[in-house]
């Protein structure tokens, strides 16, 4: 949480972060120390024990202020930007601003910088700002603001339930649009034709603008043999047929920059025995994963239940290479269990064997075991949750239905 | 192009290029060398004079190759990482795996890191690379990447046609739209109520994810005295009034990258002789820029005859402050005329005063020339172009009509 920015500052002997960038977009580290989206970026600096500065262009300070995270906002201007790029030029007018900044601000000793910016930018402003006397520091990962990130605060739990709500109601249109389908001879059909996954997949993607969401990543809409293969984003051309397994997994951002990532596997119609006991035995490491995450477990302890489930009922995991006995899992459950979402979809912790830290309250993780048959289909089922000392508060609110008829 | 990597890394004594991230999204130069999108990103290693070499994971492996762009692509795993983890743990893993590759690769010399990391990576990343003996070097802006971009080759200035035509079809569509919409005592009706500019939003955002397009920056759609500010996106609750001037501002990126620029500015029925005139000036304005610009002019001259025409027309226009007749220009011309587009929305080449590069074959830009009167509105019209030796190449076909009736 960033009421920990302070202590890990104190832990690390660092004196100062600043996070600079020129825009927000695609940047977790910038949207999460000034609230929310800015276009143009701006540049953040927080002595250790006291309120942070923002410094951001006129045009987005109206928006600044608006995300309430930072009290103290000034503009380029105001710090005289415009000068700095008459004497400096261009390139070089930045770092003085950031010196100016660093000294009226009284930064001394080891500053912390963060931000994403081009490695050109990055690594010319770390030699500027050394010749300028400031003692620049690169932190290890996990660094301040991701261990800060890690455990989230009640208003960031409230804005992920708010974005799994959304996403919710996406996943749960698509579903009723499935369900209500005319079919033909076991086809799916769209206006007289046969319903394919680039069909389908059109249609989600007007859902998730429609409710403001975007996904820079795609969605996953994958039936049949494709649907096995973990990274496979679904065949565009293929038909959706009944009784086929399809694995639907979206993972949108919002505009405030948070995701969330919820997967369901499903058939139109009825499904035959081998994919009823796919699903059954996802939905059953699924549900004893959700009883028993809770604060002070470990991702390892979580992903080894998960394994015992799978493999009593006859399918490999990948606990087999860690023991030895294969050097890769092809068919049965070959990821892990899960990653914090927060202002990324893929962040500590991680549920998966060698963590071993223990699971804390405030961190939002995803629950998502899967069982896959090369060549045939697979099944995986997600909620994203967070982790309370009771248990998990699971954001998604959502049906798990298997046979949609 | 890209066909001048060569001769900017022979004129700045620059051995090598290194350009690396854990994505391709928001990375326009880790896009521009590899060709496209991969989700998890890679390391492109080029020598001068030499061919690149792509290192990127099993999961992108086929994407990339897909691209076209490098002929040697290997990955992380061939080249390693897993045992570089166990031996040096994550964090470090990545600076040897550099090494490594360095080293195999015979790169000595200077060598220029490019990509979009977070700055305690880059900073980190630097120093370690220095204690392996690599000269690593910062450029300063433009460097050789935002040199080699600012000139685009065939299949690129293809590409950017491609994303125009696309974006004009979703202004297209929703200009029919607004024109077909029923009319009550001058409010434009949706379904019976009264047409809200957020209304129109939605439609936007669902007609660009139907053509497969994301708008990361929102979308301009500003009517009235709202449409007079530049940088107002729009407000929501606005409500679509005949003869109300209205700015439409798009400005979409396609999955591969690249972005599109077009704005169009009218109202729906008839408009006032004010308005009118407003448009007239703009469209004189546009028309004859687009007839003036090519290879060989420089954006200060463009700027400057369009600057000509809306003082002739008797507005004022941002050359007042250049003259020192005024601090700010409020109500007239008080932007510049366009920028180049490519992987980012705003780059190289500017055509603005101070600007005296000539232009150059194959250099994309917007061309935008806007009048705006204060708590009135405003008109701006803009075409994205490709500048050729013979005039501009107008990557935009879209009519500008100024009332829709």
Chains 1, 2 share one sequence.
């Not at 580290?29 to 262009?57: C, F, H, I, Q």
């Not at 064997?353 to 089922?381: A, C, H, W």
Request: glycine fraction near 10%; include cysteine.
């Amino acid at each position: 949480m960033k009421e920990h920015l302070d202590v890990e500052m104190q832990k690390r002997k660092i004196r100062a972060i600043a996070v600079l960038g020129d825009t927000t977009l695609s940047d977790p580290n910038l949207t999460y120390v000034v609230g929310g989206n800015l276009a143009r970026g701006g540049v953040y600096v927080k002595r250790m024990n006291e309120d942070p500065l923002l410094v951001t262009s006129n045009l987005d300070l109206s928006t600044a202020r608006k995300w309430h995270r930072v009290k103290r906002i000034e503009t380029y201007t105001e710090w005289g930007l415009e000068k700095l790029v008459k004497k400096y030029g261009h390139g070089k007018a930045f770092p003085h601003l950031l010196g100016t900044i660093f000294e009226k601000e009284r930064v001394k000793g080891k500053v912390a910088l963060f931000g994403r910016n081009d490695l050109a930018y990055g690594i010319r402003l770390a030699n500027q700002l050394r010749r300028l006397g400031i003692e620049v520091v690169g932190e290890q990962s996990p660094t301040i603001l991701e261990t800060a990130r890690e455990t989230k605060n009640r208003e960031e739990i409230q804005e992920l339930r708010r974005v799994a709500d959304t996403t919710s109601k996406v996943v749960e249109s698509i579903l009723k649009i499935l369900r209500n389908m005319k079919r033909k001879r076991g086809h799916l059909q769209v206006a007289g034709k046969r319903a394919t996954v680039g069909r389908i997949k059109a249609l989600i993607s007007s859902k998730l603008a429609a409710e403001g969401l975007v996904a820079p990543e795609g969605t996953i809409f994958a039936t049949g043999p494709s649907s096995s293969e973990g990274h496979n984003m679904g065949v565009l051309s293929d038909e959706i047929k009944e009784g086929r397994l399809i694995v639907f997994d979206i993972f949108p951002q919002a505009e405030t920059g948070y995701w969330s990532d919820i997967t369901r596997s499903f058939v139109v119609g009825r499904a035959d025995a081998k994919a009823k006991r796919l699903f059954e035995t996802v939905y059953e490491a699924q549900t004893d994963s959700l009883d028993f995450l809770r604060e002070g477990v470990t991702g390892e302890a979580a992903m080894a239940r998960v394994c015992d489930i799978i493999e009593r009922r006859g399918y490999r995991t990948v606990r087999d290479i860690y023991r030895g006995k294969a050097k890769t899992v092809n068919s049965g459950f070959n990821h892990s269990l899960g990653h914090g979402v927060g202002l990324t979809i893929g962040e500590r912790p991680y549920l998966a064997f060698m963590r071993k830290d223990n699971l804390r309250s405030g961190q939002v993780v995803t629950v998502e075991p899967g069982v896959y048959l090369r060549k045939y289909g697979g099944v995986r089922i997600e909620d994203t949750v967070a982790i309370t000392s009771k248990g998990v508060d699971n954001l998604v609110y959502l049906e798990k239905e298997f046979e949609l008829t």
